[in-house]
């Protein structure tokens, strides 16, 4: 059973930084991508950032030169930087491997003006 753990949301002034992390129950590298998403209240669940197994990434417009995705033996993190109220929402860790997709509970992350 794949569990996936998030943490490092919080209460932020806009223009803040924060770093979430996800820890992944066994060998994180198994993953054949992991990423972020996030959904704010009333929206759809979106695509923040995508991590491939070969490195490539992939960042959402409205998060590019900001937000940085990244993983290391201790799990996958989300570096974000130069916060706006707009970044307000739950972050999902996600990854997928063996044809399954697997989801943390989400940690909230609430940029105040």
């Known amino acids: 059973q794949v569990h996936l753990v998030e943490s490092g949301g919080g209460l932020v002034q806009a223009g803040g930084s924060l770093r979430l992390s996800c820890a992944a129950s066994?060998?994180?590298?198994?993953?054949?991508?992991m990423g972020w998403y996030r959904q704010a209240p009333g929206k759809e669940r979106e695509l923040v950032a995508r991590?491939?197994?070969?490195?490539g990434r992939h960042y959402a417009d409205s998060v590019k030169a900001r937000f940085t995705i990244s993983r290391d033996s201790g799990g996958l993190y989300l570096h974000m930087n130069s916060l706006k109220p707009e970044d307000t929402a739950v972050y999902y860790c996600?990854?997928?491997?063996?044809?399954?997709?697997?989801w943390g509970q989400g940690t909230q992350v609430t940029v105040s003006s």
């Open positions: 996600n990854g997928g491997v063996s044809m399954n997709e697997y």
């Open positions: 066994g060998n994180i590298f198994r993953f054949n991508h």
């Open positions: 991590l491939y197994s070969g490195g």
